[in-house]
């Protein structure tokens, strides 16, 4: 994805957000707007759950595919592992965005078995896109924070 798609999506999430947060009144005097990390953080959230679905996604789809089943499990794998990166643990020494990318990591792992283990299911190769576009808007407030 190109730095002007990331950056729509960037856009686009934020807007997201933004408009789904409680307005002023409704949160009350200590809320006075959402700042970067706050954004950050639901972001995360959001690719957090996206990578919970997607692996449970391949965990079906390993028991409705035996011929595919070990390169569907170990895309599940990969996507129950990414969700421990996807967090801002690392803000402070500067490596959050470099732990987010390790989730990104997994997924092209899983991208790379499904290629070489030549499996052709569509609603796969759709289902790790839709996650990549989640990863990308929370990996973009991440180093938008960090920078």
Known sequence: MGSRNRIMVFAATVLYLFLHFPSRTEAGAELVAPNGKAIAEKALE?????????SDFFTGS??????????????ASSFK???QFLNLSGLEGGTASLDVHYA???AEYCRDALSSGRVQIDSATARVQKWTAVYDAAQ????????
């Open 46 to 54: 959001l690719a957090r759950k996206e990578s919970v679905h997607t």
């Open 140 to 147: 973009a407030t991440v180093v938008f924070l960090e920078n």
């Open 62 to 75: 390993a028991h409705k595919n035996p011929a595919s089943k070990p390169v569907l499990q170990k895309c």
């Open 104 to 106: 990104l990591d997994l």
């Open 81 to 83: 592992q990414a969700v």
